[in-house]
């Protein structure tokens, strides 16, 4: 006699439902995510973060430069 669970699609999700079958999909799962949420990689991260220290930095630089022409401009007739 068939019962609810004698089905073959079920044995086989059984079968697949280890740790092994599953991470590709997970990964792939997970990449989706961040794919779609836009997130990046910490290494991405990082990288950005220290891109943009050195361009906070050279603003800063630039607005100093800017000030200092500004003062000479003002003390010329």
């Known amino acids: ?9 079920l044995d086989r999700l059984r079968e697949l439902n ?4 599953l991470e590709p999909v997970s990964s792939a799962l ?8 836009q997130l990046v ?3 991405e991260f990082d990288a950005q973060s220290r891109l943009l220290e050195k361009t906070e930095q050279h603003v800063l630089e630039l607005e100093a ?6 003062a000479k401009l ?3 007739p």
């Open 1 to 9: 006699m068939k019962t609810l669970f004698d089905n073959p699609l």
């Open 18 to 21: 280890t740790p092994s079958a």
């Open 30 to 37: 997970t990449q989706r995510l961040l794919d779609r949420y």
């Open 41 to 43: 990689s910490r290494q």
């Open 65 to 70: 430069q800017l000030a200092e022409l500004e």
């Open 74 to 76: 003002q003390e010329s």
